[in-house]
């Protein structure tokens, strides 16, 4: 059965003089922060979110700059991918989360990548615990193209499955 999450209204975090706007929704003990592709918003979300917060997680969908309810500078400079990924850490320290998975589609996955590498030991899928993930890894293959948006269920189970299978909490200190 596919549900759609109900989206609240965004709040905002103010970084480097620049508004960003992102969506949390449950309240488990894991957080995963996503982001969307280009030209898109957190919306792109709305059907994998139920199936994330029922698995027990805390999800957090970021509006990248110049995207949904975020400021749209006008200035072509005001742009870059690390600055993206600065802005996922960002709001991480502005909730006050140590630990996340960060993820993304497109655009919102190499904005996971960079915040790696601007913050190693922030975003829960660091080198060393990729390492010992990635034999476990798969590929969630949709029918078509659609399948996420029109029949979602069989790919949103198999991502909750997946997450609950490799994530296990912390043990490392974080300095």
Known sequence: MRRKGRFPVSQFFVHKERRIAYR?????SRTIVFSHGLLMDVRMFS???PALVDGGNRVLLIDMLGHGDSDHPHSMASYSMTQFGDDVIALL??????????????????????AAVIAPERPYGDADRLAEEMPNAQMIEAKSIIEWRVSPSRLNHKLVAFLDEVWQ???RSLL
């Open 169 to 171: 909490p912390s043990t």
């Open 24 to 28: 949390t929704f449950g309240e488990g």
């Open 93 to 114: 320290d502005h909730l006050g989360i140590d630990e996340a998975v960060v993820g993304g589609t497109s655009l919102g996955a190499n904005v996971a990548l960079e």
């Open 47 to 49: 059907y994998l979110v």
